[in-house]
């Protein structure tokens, strides 16, 4: 789906996160083909040191559908980890927080729509790079939200 003035990405159907195939009512990573949508980000973990490089990306974040009736908040991170699982070692990398503008973080917020929501990020943290990439949704009170969602790395400048 294209919303008016944003930015166009050259899709790349190895990096989604989210393939909005529904609505998510609940807290946690979302989902691409049923499943956790993780995006690795290639190199080689395996060798001493780890080859792997720094890679600037934009998360891109499609929102059809939001419900912002009452006080409902979505807070969607970017994780990274270099444990496929993502069972140890997780690092947040950035996050954006979308909902009910009188129940966001920001003071005098205005309600969240519809649209394409973009996010910078690195997968060098506190200098050790990740391979691996997911999105988590924190969600909360009665949430209702579609997403599809992918990662674009970005040309170095």
């Known amino acids: ?20 195939a529904a609505a998510y009512a ?4 979302l989902q691409a083909g049923g499943a956790d949508g993780v995006v690795d980000l290639g190199g080689n973990q ?10 600037d ?9 939001i419900t912002v009736s009452g006080t409902q908040t979505y807070q969607i991170d970017i994780v990274v980890s270099n444990d496929p699982a993502f069972l140890t070692g997780n690092v947040a990398a950035g996050g954006v927080q979308l909902g009910k503008g009188t129940s966001l973080r ?6 969240s729509v519809i649209g394409r929501y973009e996010l910078g990020f690195t997968n060098q ?5 990740y391979q691996f ?8 009170n009665t949430p209702s939200i579609s997403i599809s969602a992918f990662i674009v790395v970005l040309p170095e400048p």
């Open 26 to 29: 609940a807290s946690g990573y």
């Open 133 to 140: 990439v997911k999105a988590y949704l924190t969600a909360a």
């Open 57 to 65: 990306a934009m998360a891109v974040f499609d929102v059809t559908a």
């Open 106 to 111: 920001v003071s005098g917020a205005g309600d």
């Open 46 to 55: 395996g060798t001493s040191p780890a080859q792997q490089a720094r890679i």
């Open 125 to 129: 943290v506190a200098g050790t790079i």
């Open 1 to 20: 789906m294209s919303f008016p003035n944003d930015r166009t990405y050259t899709f790349d159907a190895n990096n989604v996160l989210s393939d909005n």
